[in-house]
């Protein structure tokens, strides 16, 4: 049972350029979610999905794309990578209850140069 | 929007002594979790107190919670190096957990 795992760990990429970050849960879990971390910023939440085929926008969603085909996986989409991107992704999933415990993977470091 | 603000921003302290940090927040809720995050790493569950709920207890982890006042704290006992780490509160409503900034603790031999 590997939990929340994410692909790839470290990743760099020039101005414009566009990559999809995987991650992956093994726990059956409903709902799935993605945070980006800054700096003395916590988390906040770029998107969230209560189910396979289903997405929704959540407090900083601008310039990223995401799709839950499968219920298992939970991609995320920058198009045209911003050096205001840079930083670092979690995805986090939980049962279904929505405001019961998420369970993190172990981040997705990105730099936009 | 980050809901829940950690106080204080870090905190050092010496092994076997106690930690307590403390987490405000702006709207009604409807549980409260912490998480811990070591360097680099993602983010640990440790404990979930629910809106009528008070106290809750786990190991040497003590939370409290004052709907009153819009608060909580968290409090370890008996601090070890291995406490060492970032430390988040993060408040519940709808599909959502808005997080703080949290509280980065250094626990020292």
């Known amino acids: 049972n590997a939990g929340v795992t994410q692909t790839p760990k470290f990743r760099v990429l020039k101005t414009g350029q566009s990559m999809t970050l995987l991650c992956a849960q093994d726990?059956?879990?409903?709902?799935m979610y993605w945070y980006r971390q800054d700096p003395g910023m916590g988390l906040r939440l770029i998107h969230y999905s209560v189910g396979e085929g289903t997405t929704a926008k959540g407090e900083v969603p601008d310039g990223y794309n995401v799709s839950r085909l499968k219920k298992q996986n939970f991609l995320l989409g920058l198009e045209s990578a911003a050096p205001s991107q840079t930083s670092v992704y979690f995805c986090?999933?939980?049962?279904?209850?929505?405001?019961?415990?998420?369970?993190f993977g172990p981040g997705t470091r990105l730099t936009v140069l | 929007s980050q809901q829940g603000e950690e106080d204080p921003q870090a905190l050092s302290i010496q092994e076997g002594e106690n930690a307590t940090m403390n987490c405000s927040y702006k709207t009604s809720i409807n549980n409260l979790q912490w998480y811990r995050q070591n360097s680099g790493r993602g983010l640990v569950h440790l404990i979930l107190i629910r809106s009528n709920e008070r106290e809750k207890h786990s190991g040497r982890l003590r939370v409290t919670l004052d709907t009153s006042k819009k608060s909580s704290s968290l409090l370890i006992t008996a601090s070890r190096a291995a406490d060492t780490a970032s430390y988040f509160c993060a408040t519940a409503h709808g599909y959502a957990l808005n997080f703080g900034k949290g509280t980065s603790l250094l626990v020292t031999p």
């Open positions: 726990m059956n879990h409903e709902y």
């Open positions: 986090a999933s939980n049962p279904g209850l929505s405001t019961d415990t998420q369970y």
